[in-house]
């Protein structure tokens, strides 16, 4: 891949010479010798000046290769910690013709593709932290003063992947928490609260202008990013609780989940959280999931199977019908009715690990319910 040119405004000459510039230090590596998911980094390099291109194809192709080969299913690797002080620059640079596109793939090189129920998987301070997210988390940590200035940027796509790197940041969260106020100070789009309260609750649940954004934002889906938030905290939060599970009994709710950039939001998100909740605190969504789990499909149907047996076994085993809760009951025979549960091959392993019948017939005996 060729590093022609960073923008069309400049001529040739300058153009490679800024490449060269900004990039100068890639062939100081021996990419031979540092490995990528497919085997040697070899084409890391020209992947990286790939993003320098005044072509839109080019830097795509570009941004393709290095998430395929750095970021293969977010499993980070030698060839990311490699790459990482590069996408900084090319991040704290005005020149970079696309430093949203550098900075989704920093702040994933980071912490993996995290969202509103996967936490990050990042150098969390630890003794027994991988040194590649050690070696990725301090070389992005450069990155956090530009970014902190990114936060105010007019171009909406920009300041949303700059405060999704910063939710990443947690050591620097004294910085961050207040321009991220400072931005919220300012009434913007919902896209940018969503993002803002997906932040805060990543750097400091408890924080005050969460709760406000909960209890005052107009957009629902803002609301229930902060309320996941809130629940975050670790304190028990019924009016949060209260708002996500009134989200899943919402038939007409994925819609107004939708147009979040870098985080994913669905149902099968929401019945996530539940997941890291105690299950005495999660219990009263129980009805709410069962009633909820015939409108999804595919493997969002595990994203409510999920907190479903979480909150009604927490690791008990079952010996009969007999013993059997009414809690439990519900969720079993909710699951046994849901024809597509059946297809998913991981539903083996999950009923497995919670010591359940993991065939539709042998749940069926389970509750002395007629075998299909």
């Known amino acids: 891949m060729s590093p022609r040119t960073c923008r069309p405004a400049l001529s040739r000459r300058t153009a490679v010479c800024y490449v060269c510039l900004v990039l100068e230090r890639l062939d100081t590596i021996d990419w031979t010798a540092v490995h990528h998911a ?42 990311t910690a490699a790459a990482a002080p590069f996408l900084v620059e090319l991040v704290v640079d005005d020149r970079t013709p696309d430093r949203a596109q550098a900075l989704d793939l920093l702040t994933c090189s980071v912490a993996g593709t995290f ?161 890291g909740l105690p299950p005495n605190l999660g219990a009263r969504a129980v009805p709410t999931l069962c009633a909820a789990l015939p409108r999804t499909e595919g493997f969002d149907v595990l994203g409510l199977v999920e907190p479903l047996l979480h909150i009604t076994f927490a690791g008990e085993a079952m010996a009969d019908a007999h013993v059997l809760t009414p809690e439990q009951r519900q969720a079993l025979t909710a699951m046994l009715d849901h024809p597509g549960l059946w297809q998913i091959g991981d539903r083996h392993f999950l009923l497995r690990d919670h010591r359940l019948p993991t065939t539709r017939n042998e749940l069926a005996a389970l509750l002395a319910a007629p075998q299909s």
């Open 115 to 275: 969202s509103v129920a996967s936490p990050p998987i990042l150098d969390d301070g630890g003794p027994d932290v991988h040194p590649i997210l050690r070696d990725i988390y301090r070389a992005a940590e450069v990155a956090v003063p530009t970014c902190l200035q990114l936060v105010e940027s007019t171009d909406e796509r920009l300041c949303i992947a700059a405060i999704y790197f910063l939710a990443t940041m947690w050591r620097r969260a004294d910085e961050i928490v207040p321009a991220l106020h400072a931005r919220l100070s300012h009434a913007p789009a919902r896209a940018v609260r969503g993002i803002l309260a997906f932040a805060l609750g990543h750097l400091r649940p408890a924080d005050p202008g969460l709760s406000r954004l909960h209890a005052d934002d107009p957009d629902l889906a803002v609301r229930v990013v902060a309320a996941i938030g809130l629940l975050r905290a670790g304190g028990p939060s019924e009016p949060a609780l209260s708002t996500l599970i009134a989200a899943i009994a919402d038939p007409d709710i994925e819609p107004a989940l939708q147009g979040f950039p870098g985080f994913e939001l669905g149902v099968a998100d929401l019945g996530r959280v539940l997941c």
């Open 38 to 79: 497919y085997g040697p980094a070899t084409d890391t390099p020209d992947a990286l000046r790939g993003l320098l291109d005044d072509d839109v194809e080019q830097r795509q192709r570009a941004g393709r290769q290095l998430w395929g080969t750095l970021l293969d299913d977010s499993l980070r690797n030698y060839a």
